[in-house]
T-cell receptor, first 115, second 115 residues
Framework: AQTVTQSQPEMSVQEAETVTLSCTYD???????LFWYKQPPSRQMILVIR??????QNATENRFSVNFQKAAKSFSLKISDSQLGDTAMYFC????????????FGKGTKLTVNP | DTEVTQTPKHLVMGMTNKKSLKCEQH?????MYWYKQKAKKPPELMFV???????INESVPSRFSPECPNSSLLNLHLHALQPEDSALYLC??????????????FGSGTQLSVL
């Protein structure tokens, strides 16, 4: 079974600074996607970024980028130029070809951006 | 329209009540999902519908009954719930049949309280 581990329950960062959220996963599958979802106080889960396992190039979306280390099964999220609106719960998630409908989430990291 | 709309946003019900949660999307997506999220926990998958057919039931108690009347609408019928069923219920959709590479679009959820 796949597992996703987020070892930082809470983090804080000053506005305009950079922060990195950690995520590790365990799987025996070869085809899979990794995701970072954001859940602000409005409760809606919003996809921040996703990475296909076969792509060596790290995904980027504006201020958000990932560091995907496939051999180490690590998938960290870097947020540059943090903004107050980035305050949210961040979930790392895995979806493998074998259990395709099921999105496996980590326990989440609560990020607070301070003014 | 890139939204998944859930109604109601909040619901309080007694253990003997019957109520329904509604989810709607007009993106032409063919897979729809129900997730349950307890406070400070990640979402847990309950049901998946693919092309209006139930494809996954994650051993959910029968007091939760899903229904997919058409490709745009997903309901969750509730009956004889227990206080421990109080949670945020999230609906999501994805474009195809729920393959591992599909992006999920989430609604804002229904916050359910069972008294």
């Amino acid at each position: 079974a796949q597992t996703v581990t987020q070892s930082q329950p809470e983090m804080s960062v000053q506005e305009a600074e950079t922060v990195t959220l950690s995520c590790t996963y365990d799987t025996s599958e070869s085809n899979y996607y990794l995701f970072w979802y954001k859940q602000p106080p409005s409760r809606q889960m919003i996809l921040v970024i996703r990475q296909e396992a076969y792509k060596q190039q790290n995904a980027t979306e504006n201020r958000f980028s990932v560091n995907f280390q496939k051999a180490a099964k690590s998938f960290s999220l870097k947020i540059s130029d943090s903004q107050l609106g980035d305050t949210a719960m961040y979930f790392c998630a895995f979806r493998g070809e074998g259990g395709s409908e099921k999105l496996v989430f980590g326990k989440g990291t609560k990020l607070t951006v301070n003014p | 329209d890139t939204e998944v709309t859930q109604t109601p946003k909040h619901l309080v019900m007694g253990m003997t009540n019957k109520k329904s949660l509604k989810c709607e999307q007009h993106m032409g997506h063919r897979a729809m999902y129900w997730y349950k999220q307890k406070a400070k926990k990640p979402p847990e998958l309950m049901f998946v519908y693919s092309y209006e057919k139930l494809s996954i039931n994650e051993s959910v108690p029968s007091r939760f009954s899903p229904e997919c009347p058409n490709s745009s609408l997903l309901n969750l019928h509730l009956h004889a719930l227990q206080p421990e069923d109080s949670a945020l219920y999230l609906c999501a959709s994805s474009p195809g049949q729920g393959a591992y590479n599909e992006k999920l679009f989430f609604g804002s959820g229904t916050q359910l309280s069972v008294l």
